[in-house]
């Protein structure tokens, strides 16, 4: 008789990152914009993850496999600060995570919300993931409350961004950082792929929640889901979409567009040691 892996993983105790009201000033998380190598980055935070950047606790059992999706184009000193302060930060709170980085080619305007799409599907052939975390790159989390798990409803999780001087600059706001249960993810079939370049597609998100989900979105407290906004090394904002009003306010069947009309070639997969990158091409804007 032997015993199996799996018993011995039965037998850990549950994950958990245990958070007292006494002294909350231990919870801050000072970012660091050193811009490191590869190499150092992950000599700092790698010598315990997977290939493909997965990391899985080795002392206790997880009850959600996390799968965090980086839409991507040509950052690359943003991605290193992003792997190198957000490593630590899901290393801390006990999560068995990915980190997907999923990089739109050519020369069509960004689109933000079919890459998270393409994260999904990617992702999910992989491992059988039960949250996902759809995150810009130039978005770091400042407080380890702010717990990187999915509930019942959809989160909001980048409430209180540093150059908005951590206020919330509209109630409805659903960009930057959400979290979704993979059920709650097919239940609003995914996010659009109509909207290239910036804006709108975010709100349309929030009203896939609202309308067709039938559910609210809950934040964390503001105190807690606080963000440092990366704004160096001369980065170009997205082009605006001329378009997002319209498309927004068409009233148009979320069934008709979402997951199940993301079309992609997909070049090719690379399970590097800090992240999976996931290389595409999405078809021309029409
Ligand atoms: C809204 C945009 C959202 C955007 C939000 C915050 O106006 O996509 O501003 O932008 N909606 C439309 O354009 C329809 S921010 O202040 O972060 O630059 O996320």
Known sequence: FTTSSLD??????ICNFSISNNNTSIYQVTINQTLYSYDIIEEN?????????????????TEQRLALIICYRNREQ?????????HPFLQKQKLDYTIFVVNQHGNDPFNRAALFNVGYLEAMKLYQ????IFHDVDLLPEDLRNIYKCGDQPRHMSVAIDIF?????YSDIFGGVTAFHSSDILGINGHPTVYWGWGGEDDDMYFRVVK???????RYPIEIARYKMIRTHGHIAAELNPHRFTILNSKYDYNLDGINTTYYTLHNIVFYKLFTLINVTLPEES
């Open 165 to 169: 001087k951590y206020a919330i600059p």
């Open 129 to 132: 993931y039960d949250c996902f």
């Open 212 to 218: 067709k989900l039938k559910k609210s979105i809950i």
């Open 8 to 13: 011995i993983n039965n037998s850990l105790p």
């Open 45 to 61: 935070h790698g010598k315990d993850l997977y290939p493909g950047g997965h990391y899985i606790p080795k002392e206790c059992r």
């Open 78 to 86: 943003h991605l290193k600060m992003f792997l190198n302060n957000i």
